[in-house]
């Protein structure tokens, strides 16, 4: 998944210049989407600014400082940032701060306002192609890696409505899912 074009898909939402990043610290993936956006500030001019989540206690006590710290917040891809979802999004959605998810069911399950995720049908057809490949006897590591170009676009208009942002056209034409 580009980080990049997600970021970049807020940014025509609003010119974000401080982002939030909500994710949890002892999850591998999540450690690594954080250090992807961190070398992003400099190409889309933003600062990065990081909220732990190890625990649902962690919520009330670290949350609430981002109040007047950032524009807006990325969650990535991470099962428990998923799992405390709703209570995560009840706090970021008090302060009216965008969001974006790298997990597109939060966008209707925990009011997430925008998912920007891959088209797993798509990425199921990358990979079963590599596999062809390696059972065909190639050594996977002569096989270049592949960027994902088929994306899903949802947006929440509760959420926007709830937190009082106008979603660009732009982004609502190019939306695969929209909740009303």
């Known amino acids: 998944m580009s980080t990049i074009n997600q970021l970049k898909t807020l940014k025509k939402v609003i010119d974000y210049k401080k982002l939030g990043i ?54 990535p891809s991470d099962s428990m940032i998923k799992f405390l979802g709703k209570k995560i999004m009840e706090e970021v959605n008090r302060y009216k701060i965008l969001s974006l998810s790298s997990v597109g069911s939060m966008v209707p399950e925990d009011n997430v306002l925008l998912g920007f995720v891959p088209k797993y049908y798509e990425l199921g057809r990358i990979a079963a192609r590599k596999a062809i490949l390696i059972l065909n006897g190639k050594n996977p590591s002569d096989i270049p890696s592949s960027v994902l170009d088929h994306y899903s676009i949802s947006v929440n208009m509760k959420t926007a409505r709830k937190i009082n942002i106008q979603i660009p056209m732009s982004i609502l034409v190019m939306a695969n899912q929209i909740v009303r």
């Open 22 to 75: 909500i994710y949890n610290p002892k999850e591998h993936n999540s450690i690594i989407q954080r250090n992807n956006v961190k070398r992003l500030e400099n190409v889309l001019h933003f600062s990065l600014k990081e909220y732990r989540i190890s625990q649902e206690q962690d919520i009330l006590q670290v949350l609430p400082r981002m109040k007047d710290q950032v524009d807006a917040v990325f969650l």
